[in-house]
């Protein structure tokens, strides 16, 4: 499985990598394109907020919605690739985005594909059912998250 999942995510890279973004033709597609990216973000942003609370002891470990969270996470995770390709940086649109998503592409696909390891990470971490080793993968879902966030998303 690990050599599947392995090859499965170089093979989505090597394929992503090869083409540069899009540049939004007009300010119709660049809104509708900041909304759905939006859109993936917020379904991310809705289940690691439970996982944080995991993490943090304010709600206890809960091994079989950690495994949910952390199986849609991985799918969400593998759309942002296609979700962030149209360059929307030549509109004014509310986006929080940095033109870095756009200009240093392939750094972003780097910690796109560090977000979908970590994800695996979680979904090995919440099989074993340990609440030490889920909190550890949830913090470095969480590290891969906020490490993006830092340098290719506004304040």
């Not at 890279?13 to 859109?39: F, I």
């Not at 943090?56 to 969270?69: C, S």
Request: include cysteine; proline fraction near 1%; charged fraction near 25%.
């Amino acid at each position: 499985m690990k050599k599947i999942t392995t090859l499965v995510l170089a093979c989505s890279l090597a394929v992503s990598s090869s083409a540069m973004a899009d540049v939004a033709k007009s300010e119709k597609q660049a809104k509708r394109s900041v909304e759905l990216r939006q859109a993936i973000f917020s379904l991310l942003g809705s289940n690691m907020g439970t996982l944080g609370a995991m993490a943090k002891g304010q709600i206890p470990v809960d091994a079989a919605v950690v495994e949910k969270n952390a199986t849609r996470i991985n799918q969400l995770s593998l759309m942002i690739d296609d979700y962030t390709r149209v360059d929307t940086s030549g509109f004014d649109v509310k986006t929080e985005a940095l033109d870095k998503v756009w200009t240093e592409r392939s750094n972003f696909e780097k910690h796109i594909a560090d977000f979908t390891t970590a994800s695996i990470a979680l979904q090995k971490a919440a099989a074993t059912g340990d609440e030490g080793t889920i909190k550890k993968a949830i913090g470095g879902v969480g590290k891969t998250c906020g490490g993006c966030h830092d340098i290719f998303k506004k304040d």
